[in-house]
């Protein structure tokens, strides 16, 4: 299991990578901003998808982003 600081650094470098940085730190700052409701934006926020679904999405871009 990964340690809070590296969860942290990963969870930036996927939003850096699918955002860029700029709206990387655009999405932190309102997140932090709103005082998200984190219940709320699990069940609202996330598409429509079982878990299974969202998880092979996920998959298949992060190996399109870093094949090489």
Excluded: C, T
Aim: hydrophobic content about 50%; aromatic content about 6%; charged content about 20%.
């Amino acid at each position: 299991m990964k340690i809070d600081a590296q969860i942290r650094i990963a969870g930036m470098e996927a939003l850096i990578n699918a955002l860029r940085l700029v709206e990387a730190e655009s999405f932190m700052i309102s997140a932090s901003r709103d005082r998200l409701n984190h219940a709320a934006w699990r069940r609202y926020g996330l598409p429509g998808v079982s878990l299974s679904v969202l998880v092979q999405s996920a998959n298949r871009h992060a190996e399109q982003q870093f094949s090489l």
